[in-house]
């Protein structure tokens, strides 16, 4: 295992202390907790945006609060869902009077999790409406879900949504325009080389050097068919084209396109895969009107990449071009 | 070799036309010459700012050209200088009648074919000036340089001098605020593994499964020595303090401190990193006063990672946060 670490148990407390160390203009950091939150929280009349999960995926969620986007996030161990304590601690951190949005990634882990701290934040008078990702087209059930898993959708939903909220529209329509972005989503991944946990010391998964992984998900669980290593188009269409087809994409529809790598693939792959990927969509009539192409959601150093396409309309456009100042994701501030 | 790509020979290519499908808002790209100019080039009055390089070290250049940094950049093959034409070219794009400036990385190769695009340039009367980065503290000289390479203080180099620019400044400023940029930046990098140049086929260097090699240059060159894996605060401290020496940085200076990728490490690591440098500089009562931590300039998949040091003062600061609006780098507008 090779890896930029100190002690495999010290590994997201450590990131965090260096999320503290360069970012404390605009966040604040409880190591004790492992809860990043806005360094301007909470804001009074604004709907909060909390989103969490297990470490490694970054930088989904941490690096994704600021204005215009979260307002908190809580770090679990690596690809552990976090506690409900943790959730709650952010809950009473970020509630300006108008309640909470919980972004809740599908896993079974993470949603029960969620669920037990929106009940305890009921009880003390908080309002709180959770909204769950599954864009994941690859399987339907998973190693750590029941139905799909909640992937790439994610870090546009917490963007558009974020924009919303930061007009201080009420949680109803916050929540609602989350729904909407969920369902208008689809992704797929694949994986080139597994990813190592620190704390394993072994790679997950074992691919041979001809080999790759089809459908994967974030934690490295199986796909859909593990095959020889195909070009590069051969392999953008086979993460397009089921897209296309659960989203029921027609002619002359507008997509914004994320091509998304798993954290270990240089970005001029990831341009490559875009290239194919725009020559699918052109030949479909199918326009992309907005991009996003990097490291956005991660599986630690694995190599490979993920395709997400979002059916835009004017308001999810609306937000997604609003402004956002993020350790993470930045423009219009 | 595992790689999201077609053939090995159209992998520069392939990827410019990603580029030029997802970004045709902000960029033209030039695939006959492998040339990327801002869409609204050239600006009339504007010192243009040229770079390039091989390519392979992606976000850096292409993804830097925009409002606020490059007017052009010219990509060669993997890891091999882009040609005279190409850069003369560019020149011809982006001369909005107030000269251009070369900003090259101290590479033989570069050095030549940048120096021949301006004699060129000026033998069409276009006013050129050149100035070389040669940031990298590891070695004095190197396989592909004589002097320091030309590294991370690149990537804030084109920054800075493109918010000035951006003012309209007049070439002799834009230069000068180039060199003083260049003098007061140092960088060091370090791999955990090789890359894999994909015409090659092969990793450029081997290392152990418990070694690593300090001192690397952003093309696999040797640095200054390879020696057993260690922890993350080990390996920052023989980064960090060469450089700290060098730069002779003192108690109650600012730096802007760059925490950069060499393309197959993921974040979480970057930021334990960033933790460490944070510790060793606040040791020294050195302040941070901007950061940057993420792929910046890459080598293809390598994993490890580089530290800049840049010493601050009011104006760099200034142009540092001036807005920019490129692919890679985007704040302010």
Redesign the interface.
Known sequence: M??????PDD??L??????Q???SDLLKVDLENQIIVRADAPIQGKVGILSGGG??H??MHG?FVGRGMLDAACAGAIFASPAPYQMLTATHAINGGTGVLYIIKNYTGDILNFEMAAELAATEGIQVESVTTNDDVAVQDSLYTAGRRGVGVTVLLEKIVGGLADSKAPLSAVAALARKVNAQGRSMGMA??SCTVPTAGKPTFVLG?DE?EIGIGIHGEPGRKRMK?A???Q?TELLANPIIEDLHLKAGEQVL?FVNGM??????????????L?RILTGKQIK?VR?L?G?YI?S??M???SITLLRMDDEMLRYWDAPVLT?GL????
Not at 263 to 276: D, F, K, R, S
Not at 330 to 333: A, K, Q, S, V
């Open positions: 090779k890896k930029l670490i100190n002690q590994v997201v450590d990131s965090l202390r260096g999320v160390a360069l970012h470490s490694g970054e930088p690096s080139l080389t050097d790759m290593l070009p590069a188009a392999i396109a954290g270990g693939t240089p970005l001029i792959e990831l341009y490559i895969v875009a290239n194919e725009n992309i991009s192409v490291n991660t630690l150093e190599a490979g990449c350790p930045r423009w219009g501030i």
